[in-house]
């Protein structure tokens, strides 16, 4: 079986170069349907690699994709990566273009890998934004049950059993406000079994990754955040909507601070 890439984001998510080796590099067209199911509408120029480790972020937890190159040690990147996915055995895909000749890359190939910093940056400002929105709602609505967090630009929101209205949208605002000022930090731990988070997904084997702000909730998360909650800048809360009895927080953070 092939092996499963080492998820270096996991660990340090301040990365945004490392040296890693190449595993396979396909074009999508050799890949298995179940890779290929992994990207829409792939042209004939898009290619999949798969590397050792990567510091490349794949879609996932309501967390967009990273984007970045992949280049030979000391030369021009020859690869862009467009969108990183995850298989369900682990490896991740990194799709792409080559950029010029069409060479792929061999196995055991020594290649760096960059991400596109400042847009990493968002999405971890926004993600991060995510769990502090989740954090002053279960401060404020602790029956409140979450049933789902979307992190992506413009569609960022937090969904909850039962309903709010816009009346207590500065509430939440007002709360929101006080964790990004008091700057708490953004704790990651892994904890050996998942279980005793209860109702919180996390009841599978192994080590379970989880995020915590300042120490004041627990959430199983795989996604990359910024150190501080400060570091998100301000983070409006957009608008409330209801829909079959779940109600939506929508977000935003700045795109640039
Ligand atoms: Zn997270």
């Given at each position: 079986?092939?092996?499963?890439?080492?998820?270096?984001?996991?660990?340090?998510?301040?990365?945004?170069?490392?040296?890693?080796?190449?595993?396979?590099?396909?074009?999508v067209?050799?890949?298995?349907?179940?890779?290929k199911?992994?990207i829409k509408n792939a042209d004939?120029?898009i290619?999949?690699?798969?590397?050792?480790?990567?510091?490349?972020?794949?879609?996932?937890?309501?967390?967009?994709?990273?984007?970045?190159?992949?280049?030979?040690?000391?030369?021009?990147?020859?690869?862009?990566?467009?969108l990183?996915?995850?298989?369900?055995?682990?490896?991740?895909?990194?799709?792409?273009?080559?950029?010029?000749?069409?060479?792929?890359?061999?196995?055991?190939?020594?290649?760096?890998?960059?991400?596109?910093?400042?847009?990493?940056?968002?999405?971890?400002?926004?993600?991060?934004?995510?769990?502090?929105?989740?954090?002053?709602?279960?401060?404020?609505?602790?029956?409140?049950?979450?049933?789902?967090?979307?992190?992506?630009?413009?569609?960022?929101?937090?969904?909850?059993?039962?309903?709010?209205?816009?009346?207590?949208?500065?509430?939440?605002?007002?709360?929101?406000?006080?964790?990004?000022?008091?700057?708490?930090?953004?704790?990651?731990?892994?904890?050996?079994?998942?279980?005793?988070?209860?109702?919180?997904?996390?009841?599978?084997?192994?080590?379970?990754?989880?995020?915590?702000?300042?120490?004041?909730?627990?959430?199983?998360?795989?996604?990359?955040?910024?150190?501080?909650?400060?570091?998100?800048?301000?983070?409006?809360?957009?608008?409330?909507?209801?829909?079959?009895?779940?109600?939506?927080?929508?977000?935003?953070?700045?795109?640039?601070?």
């Open positions: 079986m092939a092996p499963s890439t080492e998820a270096v984001y996991l660990h340090d998510a301040s990365l945004r170069t490392l040296t890693t080796e190449i595993v396979s590099h396909k074009p067209s050799s890949l298995s349907e179940d890779e199911s992994l004939l120029e290619s999949a690699i798969t590397m050792r480790q990567t510091i490349l972020y794949p879609q996932g937890g309501g967390q967009p994709s990273d984007t970045g190159s992949i280049s030979l040690i000391d030369k021009e990147p020859t690869f862009t990566v467009s990183v996915r995850k298989t369900e055995d682990g490896r991740i895909l990194h799709f792409g273009k080559s950029v010029g000749p069409d060479a792929l890359f061999a196995e055991g190939q020594s290649v760096v890998q960059q991400v596109d910093g400042a847009k990493r940056d968002y999405h971890s400002r926004l993600h991060t934004g995510g769990h502090i929105v989740g954090l002053a709602m279960q401060l404020l609505f602790p029956e409140m049950k979450k049933v789902k967090a979307n992190h992506f630009p413009k569609e960022a929101c937090m969904e909850y059993e039962g309903l709010l209205y816009n009346e207590q949208k500065p509430l939440i605002q007002a709360k929101v406000n006080e964790l990004v000022q008091q700057d708490l930090p953004v704790l990651i731990s892994w904890v050996e079994d998942g279980s005793d988070l209860n109702g919180r997904g996390a009841l599978r084997e192994g080590p379970v990754r989880v995020a915590s702000i300042g120490g004041l909730d627990q959430n199983p998360c795989g996604g990359t955040h910024v150190p501080t909650t400060s570091l998100t800048g301000p983070i409006t809360i957009r608008k409330i909507s209801r829909q079959k009895g779940i109600s939506r927080v929508s977000y935003e953070v700045p795109l640039e601070v």
